[in-house]
C-alpha cells in the first residue's frame, strides 16, 4: 500500500509565511507527479500547485508569486513554501501523488493525504 502524509499547517498571521511538507510511502515503484490542492469551507477543492518527476511546476494564478513547490525525489517528498499569506489562503491544503505502485507497472493513480488546516488571520 502507499502512505501520503502531509504536515505543516496551522495559524499564520496574514503576511506571514508557512511551509507544508508531504511525503509519499509504501509499495511505491516511480512517482510521476505530486501536488497541492486546497479546499475551503464551501468552496471547491481547486489546485494549487503541482510538479512533475522532471520538474515542471505549474501554480494557481491566484498563488503566483507567492508560494513555491519543489520536490525531493529521493525522498519521495514535495514542499509548499507559502509567504505572503492572505486570509483567503485559509483552507485545508491535500497533497497528492501520481504513484506507479510495485504492484502494476503499468498503471498510475492519484494517492491522497488526510489534509492540513492552514488558517491566515487577518
Known amino acids: 500500500q502507499v502512505q501520503v502524509v502531509e504536515s505543516g499547517g496551522g495559524l499564520v498571521q496574514a503576511g506571514g509565511s508557512l511551509r507544508l511538507s508531504c511525503a509519499a510511502s509504501?509499495?511505491?515503484?516511480?512517482?510521476?507527479?505530486m501536488g497541492w490542492y486546497r479546499q475551503a469551507p464551501g468552496k471547491q477543492r481547486e489546485l494549487v500547485a503541482a510538479?512533475?518527476?522532471?520538474?515542471?511546476?505549474n501554480y494557481a494564478d491566484s498563488v503566483k508569486g507567492r508560494f513555491t513547490i519543489s520536490r525531493d525525489s529521493a525522498k519521495n517528498t514535495v514542499y509548499l513554501e507559502m509567504n505572503s499569506l492572505k486570509p483567503e489562503d485559509t483552507a485545508v491544503y491535500y497533497c497528492?501523488?501520481?504513484?506507479?505502485?510495485?504492484?502494476?507497472?503499468?498503471?498510475?493513480?492519484?494517492?491522497w493525504g488526510q489534509g492540513t488546516q492552514v488558517t491566515v488571520s487577518s
Open positions: 497528492y501523488g501520481r504513484i506507479t505502485t510495485r504492484s502494476n507497472f503499468s498503471y498510475n493513480r492519484d494517492y
Open positions: 509504501g509499495n511505491i515503484f516511480s512517482i510521476n507527479a
Open positions: 510538479i512533475t518527476s522532471g520538474g515542471s511546476a
